[in-house]
């Protein structure tokens, strides 16, 4: 019998061990290793080329094939990176390190929200998803808050110790993912084609195809999508830039770990506070939580960091506030039998809006 409770406080956990590391700040570590910002530019690069190239792949992989396999295979390509990262010895296979832990995001950005929503659907549960992604971001903001502050303790053990310990706690997540059930819903390639067994190839262009055309259709889906993206790319690119910004203002060294943690709960207090504003409208909550980030960035510009807090408290609480609400929208328009594809477009459209305003970001942020 199929354990809803347990399914979903699996998915919890796992969520939870996938985003404590102690390697968040991977770029200091880099950094004081001896690598130039410059290289450590072109690692970042790597990166989001990476993840742009197989954001939709891992998607269309995870509705042919199944959601807990991809989220296993994505804890797989992080391990691989950590142990890339601890033998590395230039910036060719930092680089590479980087590439796996791009595709594990790739692999477990639509495939958790995925099962989690067809699990509910299966015990006619799917009201509560709204709930699920609200907690989903508390815990994503509250560890990675909990992987910045721990920065000190990375640097008194040393890259290596920090990254042997990020691949036991992989290990132990892929336990708890092979205790989640796969729900079989979604499963229409080998259900209704026959041919799928011989032909692999056809499966994953039939569910490709068929996305797209969902999206042909609803329009309304892309365009939540997009506005969506905006507000979480301009927050993403805040807090980037603060964590250069604060020291600049005078924050003390020993105060700037805190300083983050405090933004990342403004994303908790907005996950949490949007659950109370069920009967708000979408577009005048966009509305909202657009000029809320936009101050948040002006606010940057202060020179005061006690402000420029505040500034990204604010862009965090408007992006998560309205990640949940977007997030449980587009699931009910989304057919199970693409899921994961078209959460995965939504990564996609992410990543093309941050190629476009990161440069402008950069003159915007060094130069205002």
């Avoid at 994503?140 to 040393?158: A, E, K, P």
């Avoid at 999508?225 to 993403?236: L, Q, T």
């Avoid at 604010?314 to 078209?342: G, H, K, Y």
């Amino acid at each position: 019998m199929f354990q809803i409770k347990k399914q979903i406080n699996r998915l919890y956990l796992s969520s939870a061990l996938e985003n404590l590391s102690l390697t968040a700040a991977w770029v200091a570590l880099a950094a004081a290793r001896g690598y130039s910002l410059l290289e450590i530019g072109f690692a970042e690069t790597v990166f989001h080329i990476t993840s742009l190239i197989f954001e939709i792949p891992s998607g269309v992989l995870a509705d042919v094939f199944g959601r807990k396999k991809m989220l296993i295979v994505s804890s797989i390509m992080q391990m691989i990176g950590n142990i890339i990262m601890i033998c590395s010895c230039n910036l060719f296979m930092i680089c590479m390190s980087l590439g796996f832990h791009a595709l594990s995001y790739n692999f477990s950005s639509g495939s958790g929200d995925a099962l989690a929503y067809d699990s509910l659907k299966t015990v006619s549960q799917e009201k509560y998803y709204e709930k699920y992604v609200s907690n989903q971001v508390i815990l994503y903001r509250f560890c990675n808050g909990l992987s910045t502050l721990s920065v000190g303790f990375s640097f008194l053990i040393g890259y290596k110790a920090a990254y042997s310990i990020d691949i036991l706690i992989v290990v132990l997540q892929m336990g708890v993912l092979k205790k989640l059930s796969e729900v079989k819903e979604y499963t229409y390639n080998r259900q209704r084609d026959r041919n799928v067994i011989c032909s692999i190839g056809k499966a994953f262009a039939d569910c490709f195809m068929t996305s797209l055309a969902f999206l042909k259709k609803e329009t309304k889906a892309m365009v939540f999508m997009f506005c969506n993206s905006f507000v979480g790319a301009v927050d993403i690119l805040l807090l980037f830039f603060l964590q250069a910004k604060l020291p600049e203002a005078n924050m003390p060294d020993w105060a700037l770990g805190f300083a983050l943690f405090v933004m990342e709960l403004g994303g908790i207090f907005g996950a949490k506070i949007i659950l109370k504003w069920k009967k708000v409208r979408y577009w005048y909550l966009f509305t909202v939580t657009a000029l809320l980030v936009l101050s948040g960035v002006l606010l940057e510009h202060s020179g005061i960091y006690l402000i420029m807090t505040a500034g990204g408290f604010l862009a965090a609480l408007s992006d998560d506030a309205l990640q949940v609400r977007t997030n449980a929208i587009l699931q009910e328009m989304f057919p199970s039998e693409q899921r994961a594809t078209l959460i995965s477009m939504e990564s996609f459209t992410f990543s093309i809006i941050m190629i476009v305003l990161s440069p402008l970001a950069g003159i915007l942020f060094a130069y205002w």
